[in-house]
């Protein structure tokens, strides 16, 4: 785009602030860059122009309640399987639209807040695939090469955002349809954990597994609409220093394309760079879920969405032949495959989710690779399950992710990162991609649009637990990097109450303090001395899996009277253990036997 009209989200909401922009100005510029673009196989049904601006006329007629209308004015596209009032949904099948009484619940969400639906978009049929060529509309193209494939199935969400036709745009996402496509247009492609957006009135792919995705130029932008089409809780942000799980070499796998195989090192060493640390993760338990969604019972959920229609539908239908031949392979599958694996997933999701314990989050290319458009006319389907190799486990494991912009082949071809982490964890994910947009800066999809102002930037109040310890976990001793690897930080020195009493446990070489609080009497207790750490709330569990019995967490009393939460031993592990307390604390100990 040559125009200098930035329409990220941010951008148009300080120009309408100041007065400088009308929607109606916004308005006239996107239907010039659609009409521009010409025929891009981007849009199935578009709001008539006239609509359009009567729109902007109401909006513009609004121009002071701008604070209380978080988009106003801004315009969007929506992918066609996600009803939108007075336009047709269609699923990319011609014979399946029908007209919506009411909008889908978070389309509704976003129109109240002030933002423009301008067309629903182009995708594979059903969402059924990741290469975005399966429709009887045509290929949207990718406005980095159109000989390449957009990806899917939210291929005409992702391109409107790319093109800079639109501020942000819908998609669904189920195997990696909502960060697929971002990863091939350069842009970001948030995808929340199942069931934060409602999926009410989306048409159903994986009915379980279905999530609503949003597609921007910036986590920024993303994180405004977020915010406006859900409503999630504050979380833990990912800190200075993070830990985040890579593939090893073994298990990266980019079928042949050396090109992504090196950008991905490259943004591994960026994370190491930016304070991260890399802990290799064995892909096997992942990998094994994701082929589970087109090699195992879930196909028949497919079957269960549309397979009725499908059956029924004649050769005017428009059904794309790959897309009746995956949905009526549903009916292969018994009862027993169901349960079967089910129990299957359990295990995968079990012993996948334990390598993500104490990780802030993954890291795995986006796509493995990106074809040109006519591979997949040769293959449609080892093609499309080679791009879900790094996607297609994220739903099943009801995890959230972030797929983000990381660079370009040589050819000119975009190249993504996805961001994988804990159900929950979408703002803290958004937080870190504006970190990362601003420390690897990349074009905003294929527009002249910049990162908004930093002050934008996603900010997630961190949510941290203290922990009083008095033995080997306190700084510079044994055990201190139980704490300062889950992202422990010092947050000060204090002594007890005068109620406890401090045993060296048996066991050669010391290693292990144990603080018992005490009854009034003749003995009484003494102040130790301990300190206090922090933890992200999310790492503490990991944390407590390190401690051994005896020791536990309780209340601990402070001299100045304050509490806070902290290593205790119970009291039948210290009757053949030496009192220390008289020395006042686990480092003099230490020091006595020097």
């Known amino acids: 785009m040559t125009t200098l009209l930035d329409l990220g989200v941010h951008a148009l909401h300080?120009?309408?602030?100041?007065?400088?922009?009308?929607?109606?100005?916004?308005?006239?510029?996107?239907?010039?860059?659609?009409?521009?673009?010409?025929?891009?196989?981007?849009?199935?049904?578009?709001?008539?122009?006239?609509?359009?601006?009567?729109?902007?006329?109401?909006?513009?007629?609004?121009?002071g309640e701008i604070d209380r209308l978080p988009l106003y004015g801004v315009p969007f596209a929506v992918k066609d399987n996600i009803?939108?009032?007075?336009?047709?949904?269609?699923?990319?099948?011609?014979?399946?639209?029908?007209?919506?009484?009411?909008?889908?619940?978070?389309?509704?969400?976003?129109?109240?807040?002030?933002?423009?639906?301008?067309?629903k978009t182009n995708l594979d049929q059903f969402a059924t695939g990741l290469v975005g060529v399966r429709s009887p509309y045509g290929v949207p193209k990718n406005?980095?090469?159109?000989?390449?494939?957009?990806?899917?199935?939210?291929?005409?969400?992702?391109?409107?955002?790319?093109?800079?036709?639109?501020?942000?745009?819908?998609?669904?996402?189920?195997?990696?349809?909502?960060?697929?496509?971002?990863?091939?247009?350069?842009?970001?492609?948030?995808?929340?954990?199942?069931?934060?957006?409602?999926?009410?009135?989306?048409v159903p792919a994986c009915k379980s597994l279905d999530c609503v995705s949003v597609f921007a130029l910036s986590c920024a932008d993303a994180d405004a609409v977020l915010a406006v089409a859900a409503e999630p809780q504050a979380m833990a942000p990912v800190g200075k220093a993070f830990r985040f799980g890579v593939?090893?070499?073994?298990?990266?796998?980019?079928?042949?394309?050396?090109?992504?195989?090196?950008?991905?090192?490259?943004?591994?060493?960026?994370?190491?760079?930016?304070?991260?640390t890399?802990?290799?993760?064995?892909?096997?338990?992942?990998?094994?879920?994701?082929?589970?969604l087109y090699g195992g019972p879930w196909v028949a959920e497919r079957t269960a969405a549309v397979g009725a229609f499908i059956a029924g539908a004649d050769d005017t239908a428009g059904v794309w032949p790959v897309t009746r031949d995956i949905v009526t392979a549903g009916r292969d599958y018994s009862a027993v495959d169901a349960f079967e694996g089910q129990y299957e997933l359990a295990e995968l999701k079990a012993g996948a989710l334990a390598q993500m314990a104490g990780l802030d989050f993954l890291v795995l290319p986006t796509a493995p690779t990106i074809y040109r458009v006519a591979d997949p006319e040769r293959e449609p389907v080892l093609y499309n399950s080679h791009l879900g190799h790094y996607t297609n486990f994220v739903n099943?494991?009801?995890?959230?992710?972030?797929?983000?912009?990381?660079?370009?082949?040589?050819?000119?071809?975009?190249?993504?990162?996805?961001?994988?982490?804990?159900?929950?964890?979408?703002?803290?994910?958004?937080?870190?991609?504006?970190?990362?947009?601003?420390?690897v800066p990349l074009p905003l999809g294929k527009t002249t649009s910049h990162l908004p102002s930093a002050t934008a930037d996603p900010v997630v109040a961190e949510d941290r637990v203290s922990i009083a310890v008095v033995g080997a976990h306190m700084s510079g001793l044994a055990l201190n990097g139980q704490l300062t690897e889950l992202g422990g930080r010092l947050?000060?020195?204090?002594?007890?109450?005068?109620?406890?009493?401090?045993?060296?446990?048996?066991?050669?070489?010391?290693?292990?303090?144990?603080?018992?609080?005490?009854?009034?009497?003749?003995?009484?207790?003494?102040?130790?001395?301990?300190e206090v750490w922090s933890?992200?709330?999310?790492?503490?569990?990991?944390?407590?899996?390190?401690?051994?019995?005896?020791?536990?967490?309780g209340t601990i009393s402070l001299s100045d009277g304050s509490h806070v939460t902290g290593f205790l031993c119970e009291s039948y592990a210290v009757a053949d253990a030496e009192d220390i307390t008289a020395l006042g604390g686990w480092r003099a100990y230490l020091q006595s036997l020097a």
């Open 14 to 63: 300080s120009a309408y602030s100041a007065g400088t922009l009308d929607v109606g100005q916004v308005i006239e510029e996107v239907l010039k860059r659609i009409a521009a673009a010409g025929d891009d196989k981007v849009w199935i049904t578009r709001v008539p122009d006239e609509r359009l601006r009567a729109q902007a006329v109401k909006l513009d007629a609004r121009r």
């Open 83 to 119: 009803d939108v009032i007075g336009l047709p949904t269609t699923a990319a099948c011609p014979g399946f639209a029908y007209e919506p009484g009411v909008s889908a619940e978070v389309v509704r969400r976003l129109v109240e807040a002030g933002a423009i639906v301008v067309g």
């Open 143 to 202: 406005p980095f090469d159109p000989t390449f494939v957009p990806g899917g199935s939210s291929s005409g969400s992702a391109v409107t955002v790319a093109a800079g036709l639109v501020s942000f745009a819908l998609g669904t996402d189920t195997a990696g349809s909502g960060r697929v496509p971002a990863g091939f247009n350069n842009i970001v492609g948030l995808k929340p954990m199942p069931g934060l957006l409602s999926t009410a009135g989306v």
């Open 247 to 276: 593939l090893g070499a073994a298990d990266a796998e980019f079928f042949g394309d050396e090109a992504y195989a090196a950008l991905y090192a490259q943004a591994v060493g960026r994370l190491k760079a930016s304070g991260g």
């Open 278 to 292: 890399a802990v290799q993760i064995d892909y096997a338990p992942f990998r094994d879920a994701a082929g589970l």
């Open 396 to 439: 099943f494991f009801g995890l959230s992710a972030l797929a983000l912009p990381a660079g370009f082949r040589p050819d000119g071809m975009p190249f993504g990162i996805t961001l994988i982490a804990a159900a929950d964890r979408e703002c803290a994910l958004l937080a870190f991609g504006a970190r990362w947009q601003r420390e």
């Open 491 to 530: 947050e000060g020195k204090a002594t007890t109450a005068p109620l406890y009493r401090l045993y060296a446990l048996p066991g050669r070489p010391p290693h292990r303090p144990g603080m018992v609080r005490v009854a009034a009497g003749p003995r009484g207790g003494g102040a130790i001395e301990l």
């Open 535 to 553: 933890l992200p709330a999310p790492q503490v569990g990991c944390f407590l899996r390190k401690v051994p019995a005896p020791l536990g967490l």
